[in-house]
């Protein structure tokens, strides 16, 4: 029976479902928690990973938190440490994990992971403190703290201000990313308040459906929702 097992799927096809859960939480992680400190208030919060928002759930109800063991206990560690901008110790506790030993590129790959993790940290950094404890932010200062190059600084920023999701400008002579403090008015935040309550409600039809009919109208809902997070953004 175990030769007829290895005959159907050779070694070289096999993919570990360690290395998979791994490399799927890990990605989950430095997609989620910079999202996370981008919707803090609440408004406008769309969800890209249940899973990981399930287990942060999890591990915050535990009044004692063990010394990570499994893969998701080491996510997880790292999870919270990125959110508080410990880069070097969310490193850590994923290169302490022995599933990379299964790839070939093993110190390529763990300095891709390095290497995004400190650009979701700073990411990260300036979504939590940017408009509420600074006015102005250096970009050596930044270099300095995250242990990166000014021009790596420079297109991270750069990116961010691209795509609004910061409300800064560059002042050039001083080297220096001025921020913008955006205030909502109340219509704007009963909106808001509004548009989470509506998709609050609209994911419970859709559980309740799905579990009726057995997941038939799954595809409308989903683009019925989409509708409403895109004019909600809007």
Same mark, same amino acid.
């Given at each position: 029976? +175990? ?98 030993? +299964? ?18 940290? +700073? ?63 109340? +219509? ?47």
């Amino acid at each position: 029976m +175990l030769m007829e097992r290895r005959r159907q799927m050779p070694y070289h096809m096999h993919i570990n479902l360690e290395l998979l859960e791994a490399v799927h939480l890990t990605c989950a992680m430095l997609i989620e928690v910079p999202n996370m400190a981008a919707n803090s208030d609440g408004a406008n919060s769309k969800l890209i990973s249940k899973n990981i928002h399930r287990l942060l759930e999890k591990s915050e109800k535990q009044t004692f938190t063990a010394p990570p063991e499994t893969i998701r206990d080491h996510v997880m560690a790292a999870t919270r440490a990125l959110a508080k901008g410990k880069f070097q110790e969310a490193f850590e506790v994923l290169n302490s994990l022995d599933v990379w030993r +299964l790839f070939k590129n093993r110190d390529s790959i763990l300095d891709m992971v390095k290497a995004r993790i400190i650009e979701v940290a +700073l990411r990260t950094y300036l979504f939590t403190y940017s408009s509420s404890c600074y006015k102005s932010l250096s970009l050596d200062e930044l270099a300095k703290m995250f242990d990166i190059s000014e021009s790596q600084v420079y297109n991270i920023v750069n990116k961010m201000m691209i795509n609004d999701e910061l409300n800064a400008r560059w002042d050039q002579p001083t080297q220096c990313i001025v921020f913008h403090e955006v205030k909502q008015n109340r +219509l704007q935040s009963l909106a808001c308040q509004l548009t989470d309550k509506v998709l609050i409600l609209t994911e419970s039809n859709e559980s309740a459906m799905e579990s009726r009919i057995g997941g038939g109208c799954l595809d409308m809902s989903s683009r019925k929702r989409d509708k409403i997070q895109d004019s909600a953004a809007a």
